[in-house]
């Protein structure tokens, strides 16, 4: 199943929780998370709170189509894929998301990775469910956005991801890490360059530099371009 955006017969934010709105389908390489370079079913869902300035998925923004959260399921099963990935947009605006997290759990077996970034109650997502979770930078444009509530809610195999646009937002990320000790509440801390804004070599120098105990994450899926 591939499903492109369309219209709607309700907005991402009114989809029940049998139901979600989906901007698109897709399998392809799972590229931002330590899961980086496997081969994964995508399921983006539809709207977002945000407007990043180095946003790539504006697609997202707008209506897209209901589809029941069993299609979804039995779509993201039979890919073969190692994983499902609910992603957007901002999946958890939509009520129905994290029964879809449900579902993909219990139909395929595999992991499955809500990315989100960081505004909404990561709590609502089911045991088992890897967060994959963004906190934004300034040079985001959304630098305040971030509800540090969810810090609290973090669980041990979530993830925290930081995209940085300049040295400006690495020293910024360094300091919250430090201060809210990231690398204790979750199995990563992720550094990714912010795609045609920074050079990977440039982050990675400031990383070896600070001997930082993060991650360099390389956004994969942009650079092999595989869809």
């Not at 499903?3 to 017969?9: E, V, Y």
Request: proline letters at 6%; hydrophobic letters at 45%; a neutral charge.
């Amino acid at each position: 199943m591939r499903l492109m955006k369309g219209t709607a017969n309700a907005s991402a934010a009114l989809s029940g929780p049998g139901t979600v709105n989906v901007c698109e389908t897709f399998t392809s390489l799972q590229g931002e998370s330590t899961f980086a370079g496997l081969t994964c079913f995508f399921i983006r869902l539809a709207g977002c709170n945000l407007r990043c300035a180095y946003c790539d998925t504006p697609q997202a923004f707008g209506p897209g189509t209901d589809v029941p959260v069993p299609e979804l399921a039995s779509a993201a099963a039979a890919s073969g894929a190692a994983m499902s990935e609910i992603t957007g947009g901002e999946p958890l605006l939509q009520e129905g998301c994290a029964a879809l997290a449900s579902r993909l759990l219990e139909e395929t077996g595999r992991p499955v990775l809500v990315e989100t970034n960081g505004t909404r109650d990561i709590s609502v997502l089911p045991d088992g469910v890897v967060t994959v979770m963004d906190v934004k930078c300034p040079g985001s444009g959304a630098g305040a956005s971030f509800d540090e509530a969810n810090l609290r809610r973090l669980r041990p195999a979530d993830q925290v991801k930081f995209v940085v646009c300049d040295a400006g937002d690495y020293e910024w990320s360094r300091a919250f890490a430090a201060r809210h000790a990231l690398y204790a509440r979750c199995a990563a801390v992720l550094f990714s360059p912010a795609w045609g804004r920074l050079a990977p070599a440039e982050l990675a120098r400031w990383i070896i530099r600070d001997s930082l105990p993060a991650r360099l994450q390389v956004p994969l899926h942009k650079v092999v371009g595989v869809r």
